[in-house]
Structures are given as C-alpha cells and as structure tokens.
C-alpha cells in the first residue's frame, strides 16, 4: 500500500495485527466494540444546554413568539441522537445483535425518562448559579456566572451525566463528564451525590470521586480533592470496585483551594476546610480545620480518587 509516496503498507499490517489481538484478548475477534461517539455526545451535550437556557445558549435571535419552537426542535434532534448512543452503549455491554428489540426499548424508556428530568435538572441548575453570583463579588450577573464561569460548567455536564447514570446509561455519562474535564480542568465522576446551590469557584484541578455526596449550598475552590484514602483489593488482588470510598460533605461547608479530603469521612454541617489541608479523619459540624492542626496527623494508607 503507498500513500503520497510513503510505504506504510507494513505499519497497516502490524496494527491489524495488533488490533486483532487486542480483540482475541477480550473475547471480541467476532465482535468489535461499537461505542458511543465522543463527537457525536459534544453536539447532544450542546444541544441540551441550549434547550435548557434556549435564551443564553442556544441562537441569539430568539423571540417570544419563536423560542418554544426552537426548544421542541432542538430537544427532539438532540433526544433522537442520545437515543442512537443509548442503543450502541447498551448493545456494547450485553453484546446483542444490532437489531435486538430489547436494546432499542430500553434505550428509548431511558431517553424518555432523562427528557422528563430536564425541568428538575434546569431548577437545579438556577440554584448553582444563583450560589456562584451571591458567593463571587466579582460576578456582575447570573448571566455573567452562566456563559463564563468554568465550574457553571462543569456543573451542568455533572448534571445532566448523572441522571443518565442513574438510569442506566453510565459510560454514556463518564464522557460527558470527561468532556467536561477537558475542557475546565474539573473532574466530577457522575457517580456522585451533589445537592443544590454547588458552587466551583476557580475550578481547575478540582476532583470529585464516584460515591462522594455532597449536600446544599457547599463551596469549593480550586485544587480540591474530594478522593479515596486507599484502594482494597480481593482475595485475587484485583481491586474491589463500587465500594463507599469518598467523603460526605454535609450542607452549608466550605472548603478552600487545594485541600485534599480522603476517605469514607465526614465533613460536618456548617464546617471550613482551609487551603491545603490534608484530612483523612472526620470533623464534627461547625468545624475550622487549618493546615496547622493536620500538619502532624499520619496518613497509613496510598491515596487516589
């Protein structure tokens, strides 16, 4: 084979190679995976927040006479394109045929069931900006915090991650959040619990691990880590997956910029968690843990989120 007047016939060769046996390894020579399109989930992920605040972050021009039609329009292409990526998510993980009846209706009662969330995700979503404008003296307006504001972001692609996680659609939702990573340096696993009025100030190098919760009107800063103390294994040594691993931050707590919080802890009600601490042992409601009360505290274990 020759392209342009290189000879790449050999490299096509070994990659074939290559792929092949990646796939014999996984038990896919017959079947190669078809996943969900990254591409394709940028537009949906789009077009979701445009239906969502049509007015903000969907077409400028809009009226009131037009933007419910804009809204049905672009729900109903976004919702038909989630579907298709819900059929090749779920045929991916039960290695159905392409034209199982049992896929294309799940697929579509999931589809159904995220579309009628979409209102409780919008409500949500009014309160995380309205808690970025009031906790950000430099904010000017809602509309500021919602166009501009990374952790805003961040927030949305979660929120729309984990409903679609929730029901039943969890790679789908791991690259929406991955998405969102990409793009504001904030990693929230859709896996996790977060109530209203979430507020990321700053955001980059924030991580939320899979089965932390999190309740109302809770503040990070940048460089928090909300992650697992250590990862147990089974009696084969593969590591033990789904367990309880991250922390519980109760409502009303702040936590400021790179301070790392491990473990199956608690953050009580109405706590302050100060920069660059590092906690792996639960604090009581009404905490102020400073780096100078945990410089002494040991840590036994490896960390990882």
């Given at each position: 084979?020759?392209?342009?007047?290189?000879?790449?016939?050999?490299?096509?060769?070994?990659?074939?190679?290559?792929?092949?046996?990646?796939?014999?390894n996984r038990q896919r020579r017959d079947r190669p995976p078809k996943l969900p399109s990254r591409k394709v989930l940028v537009g949906i992920a789009d077009g979701l927040g445009a239906v969502l605040f049509p007015n903000r972050l969907g077409m400028p021009d809009l009226t009131n006479?037009?933007?419910?039609?804009?809204?049905?329009?672009?729900?109903?292409?976004?919702?038909?394109?989630?579907?298709?990526?819900?059929?090749?998510?779920?045929?991916?993980?039960?290695?159905?045929?392409?034209?199982?009846?049992?896929?294309?209706?799940?697929?579509?009662?999931?589809?159904?069931?995220?579309?009628?969330?979409?209102?409780?995700?919008?409500?949500?979503?009014?309160?995380?900006?309205?808690?970025?404008?009031?906790?950000?003296?430099?904010?000017?307006?809602?509309?500021?915090?919602?166009?501009?504001?990374?952790?805003i972001t961040a927030i949305t692609y979660y929120r729309l991650a984990h409903e679609l996680h929730r029901l039943g659609a969890p790679l789908i939702a791991r690259m929406i959040s991955e998405i969102a990573h990409s793009s504001t340096g904030i990693e929230i696993h859709p896996g996790?619990?977060?109530?209203?009025?979430?507020?990321?100030?700053?955001?980059?190098?924030?991580?939320?691990?899979?089965?932390?919760?999190?309740?109302?009107?809770?503040?990070?800063?940048?460089?928090?880590?909300?992650?697992?103390?250590?990862?147990?294994?089974?009696?084969?040594?593969?590591?033990?997956?789904?367990?309880?691993?991250?922390?519980?931050?109760?409502?009303?707590?702040?936590?400021?910029?790179?301070?790392?919080?491990?473990?199956?802890?608690?953050?009580?009600?109405?706590?302050?968690?100060?920069?660059?601490?590092?906690?792996?042992?639960?604090?009581?409601?009404?905490?102020?843990?400073?780096?100078?009360?945990?410089?002494?505290?040991?840590?036994?274990?490896?960390?990882?989120?």
């Amino acid at each position: 084979m020759k392209r342009t007047g290189l000879e790449i016939g050999g490299v096509v060769s070994e990659l074939r190679a290559l792929r092949l046996k990646s796939l014999e390894n996984r038990q896919r020579r017959d079947r190669p995976p078809k996943l969900p399109s990254r591409k394709v989930l940028v537009g949906i992920a789009d077009g979701l927040g445009a239906v969502l605040f049509p007015n903000r972050l969907g077409m400028p021009d809009l009226t009131n006479e037009s933007v419910d039609y804009y809204v049905g329009h672009t729900l109903d292409v976004t919702l038909r394109e989630l579907m298709v990526q819900v059929r090749r998510e779920l045929r991916f993980a039960s290695d159905a045929d392409a034209t199982g009846n049992s896929e294309r209706e799940r697929a579509a009662g999931i589809t159904q069931a995220f579309a009628q969330r979409l209102p409780h995700i919008r409500s949500l979503l009014e309160s995380d900006i309205q808690a970025a404008y009031e906790g950000d003296p430099a904010a000017r307006s809602v509309d500021e915090v919602l166009v501009c504001y990374p952790g805003i972001t961040a927030i949305t692609y979660y929120r729309l991650a984990h409903e679609l996680h929730r029901l039943g659609a969890p790679l789908i939702a791991r690259m929406i959040s991955e998405i969102a990573h990409s793009s504001t340096g904030i990693e929230i696993h859709p896996g996790a619990q977060i109530g209203g009025f979430f507020f990321i100030d700053h955001g980059t190098g924030v991580v939320i691990g899979e089965t932390a919760i999190i309740g109302e009107h809770v503040r990070l800063y940048q460089a928090v880590t909300l992650g697992a103390k250590r990862f147990p294994v089974d009696e084969h040594g593969a590591l033990v997956k789904g367990n309880l691993r991250h922390p519980i931050v109760e409502n009303d707590v702040v936590i400021y910029a790179g301070a790392t919080i491990l473990g199956r802890i608690t953050i009580g009600r109405g706590s302050t968690i100060g920069g660059n601490v590092w906690l792996t042992r639960s604090v009581p409601p009404g905490s102020v843990i400073s780096q100078a009360q945990t410089r002494n505290e040991v840590f036994d274990g490896g960390a990882g989120i």
